[in-house]
């Protein structure tokens, strides 16, 4: 018995050490999401000079309450459940504005759910940049319909409501 616990104690130890150990990889400010002139979400993503995007993907889901995470605030539909697309074009994607429910053809997107901002959903834009055979640098924005709706002419989202420049700001920065 005391075998089993000395085991499981250094297992958790190994476990807690390689996860703060800075496993991850590096984040970067290189997407960003805005209400365009037609009312439709418009998104960007910026992968730094010389780099493409990967595992480039758009997702959701129900929004939940804090003291019941886990467990959407209201009941959700299964057809509901999900809006989602990522991009199968093995050669990745370059520097791209797109309607954030329309990405260009050509990048094989395949698609499931309802294609729409929806209140009530959470939404991450991601992709993540690849050196070689591994990963380089992951970029996101996470975003609600409410954070979109609330930017002001000028601003939009990259994790939080900046301008235009500033987004360009950070993307270079990031890089």
Known sequence: MKVRRGIAALCLVIGVGLTAGGCSMPFKFLVAVWIGEDGKPVAEIRPCEGDRAYSLALGSRPDVEPATAGTPSRPVPDALRETSWHVGHRDGVTSAVFPLF??????????????????????????????????????????????????????VWDGDAVTRKEFEERAEESC
């Open 102 to 155: 329309s990405p260009p053809a050509s990048w094989q997107v395949r698609a499931r759910g309802p294609q729409e901002l929806r209140p009530g959903y959470r939404y991450s834009l991601k992709f993540r940049s690849i050196e070689g055979r591994r990963s380089a640098y992951d970029a996101r924005a996470r975003f609600t319909a409410e954070d979109l709706a609330g930017l002001k002419p000028g601003e």
